[in-house]
C-alpha cells in the first residue's frame, strides 16, 4: 500500500478520538475490513460502493477494498521545533507521512479545556504551521551548510542548488509554507528533486478538518469559515466532522449505526468524508479487478501506466505484461454483465503506454 497521512493538531482538539474512530473496529461498515499496526498506526478501508456493486454483478468468493494508512501523531505544542513537548519525534513522525491530516477544534466544551484557553482556529493554525516552518529552515540550514562545502571544491549544480535553497528559505521566512510552491508546475526537475530529497513539512499536502459540536454538524460555525478562508488562499481542502458523533458510531452495530445517522440528517460517517479525502490528496486514483474468486480494488498514483499498475498485483505481471483488457465500471455498471459489455465492443485492448483511468475494471495478460 504505502500511502499514508499524518493526523495532526494541538492537544485537546478531538486529534486521538477522530483517530481512534477510525481504527476502531465497531467504526467500520460490516464488509471493510481494517488493522490497527501499532497504538498510533491504522489500516483502514476506503469506503466505496462500485466494490458493493461488482460483487453483486460478479458474485466472488471475497471482496477486497483499497486501504489507507493514518498516523496518529501526538499533539504539537508551540515550540516543538525547539524540542518543547515531544519535539524533534513528532517532526520526525510528520516527515516520515505523504499527507497532513490537520485536525483544528471548532467546538466549545468547558469541560475539555482548550490547552491556550480559548477557541481560535487562526492561532491554532499558525502555531501549529509556524513550528513546521521552523523546523524546515533548519533542514535548509543544514543543507546550504553542505552545498557550500560543495562549491568550494567545484561541485556541479551547487551554485544553483543555493540559490534555490535561498529561495524556498526565504518563502518560509515569511511565513509561506512550500505546498503551493512544490504543486504549483514551476519547478524545474532537479529542483522538484532537491524539494523531495528534502522532505520538507511545509510542502506536504493539507487536509484540514473542523472538528465541531453536534449541533453544528450539517451548517458548521464561524470557526470553520475562518478555516475555509484559511484553506482557500492556501489552496487546500476543509472537511467537517463531529468526532462526538464517530465516538459513538464506533461503539454501533450497523443497524445502530444507520438510525443513528438517519436520525442526524446524516448519509455516511463523517470519517468516510475523511478518508476519501485524505485518498484525493495524496493524488491516487483506484482501478479493479474483477472474476469469480475475488473483486478487488487497487490504489496507484494517477498517471500510472498499465504496466506498473499490474507490478502492483505481480511483479511477473509487470515483467511479462503483453495488454490490459479494460472495462469502465459504469459500463458494467449500466448493463450489469460483463459480457454484455463485450457484446456491445465496450471492451477496450490497450497496450504498454495506456494510463489507469478511475474506475477501469481490468485483466491484465501477460506471459513469462
Not at 13 to 35: D, E, H, M, R
Not at 150 to 162: D, F, T, V, Y
Not at 196 to 221: D, F, Q, R, W
Not at 316 to 334: K, N, P, Q, T
Request: with cysteine.
Amino acid at each position: 500500500m504505502g500511502f499514508n497521512c499524518g493526523i495532526v493538531g494541538l492537544p485537546n482538539v478531538g486529534k486521538s478520538t477522530i483517530f481512534n474512530a477510525l481504527t476502531s473496529g465497531k467504526a467500520q461498515v460490516a464488509n471493510y475490513p481494517f488493522c490497527t499496526i501499532d497504538q498510533n498506526v491504522g489500516i483502514v478501508a476506503v469506503p466505496d460502493n462500485r466494490l458493493d456493486r461488482l460483487a453483486e454483478i460478479f458474485k466472488p468468493e471475497a471482496v477486497t477494498p483499497t486501504t489507507l494508512e493514518f498516523v496518529d501523531i501526538a499533539g504539537l505544542v508551540k515550540g516543538a521545533s525547539a524540542g518543547e513537548g515531544l519535539g524533534n519525534k513528532f517532526l520526525s513522525h510528520i516527515r516520515e507521512v505523504d499527507a497532513i491530516v490537520h485536525v483544528v477544534r471548532c467546538f466549545e466544551d468547558p469541560d475539555v479545556v482548550h490547552i491556550y484557553g480559548q477557541v481560535d482556529p487562526q492561532r491554532d493554525i499558525d502555531i501549529i504551521e509556524t513550528e513546521l516552518a521552523l523546523a524546515d529552515i533548519e533542514t535548509i540550514n543544514k543543507r546550504v551548510q553542505k552545498v557550500e562545502k560543495q562549491m568550494k571544491s567545484g561541485g556541479k549544480g551547487a551554485l544553483h542548488e543555493k540559490d534555490f535553497l535561498t529561495k524556498i528559505g526565504d518563502l518560509l521566512s515569511k511565513g509561506s509554507p512550500l505546498r503551493s510552491l512544490a504543486f504549483s508546475g514551476d519547478l524545474s526537475g532537479e529542483e522538484q528533486k532537491i524539494l523531495e530529497e528534502l522532505h520538507l513539512l511545509t510542502a506536504k499536502p493539507v487536509l484540514y478538518v473542523s472538528n465541531v459540536s453536534e449541533e453544528e454538524m450539517i451548517n458548521g460555525n464561524d470557526y470553520v469559515r475562518i478555516i475555509e478562508e484559511i484553506a482557500q488562499k492556501e489552496g487546500a481542502k476543509v472537511i467537517t466532522i463531529c468526532g462526538k458523533i464517530e465516538d459513538e458510531l464506533s461503539y454501533m452495530s450497523l443497524e445502530e449505526h444507520k438510525a443513528f445517522l438517519s436520525e442526524l440528517g446524516l448519509s455516511e460517517p463523517g470519517l468516510f468524508k475523511l478518508i476519501r479525502s485524505g485518498y484525493s490528496l495524496l493524488g491516487l486514483t483506484t482501478f479493479f479487478t474483477a472474476g469469480e474468486k475475488e473483486v478487488k480494488a487497487w490504489t496507484v498514483l494517477k498517471g500510472t501506466k498499465a504496466p506498473q499498475a499490474a507490478g502492483k498485483i505481480h511483479s511477473d505481471i509487470e515483467r511479462g505484461f503483453i495488454r490490459a483488457e479494460i472495462m469502465a465500471f459504469s459500463d458494467i455498471d449500466s448493463l450489469g454483465s460483463p459480457h454484455t459489455v463485450k457484446e456491445k465492443g465496450l471492451l477496450r485492448l490497450e497496450g504498454k503506454d495506456y494510463v489507469i483511468q478511475e474506475g477501469d475494471v481490468i485483466y491484465f495478460r501477460f506471459h513469462v
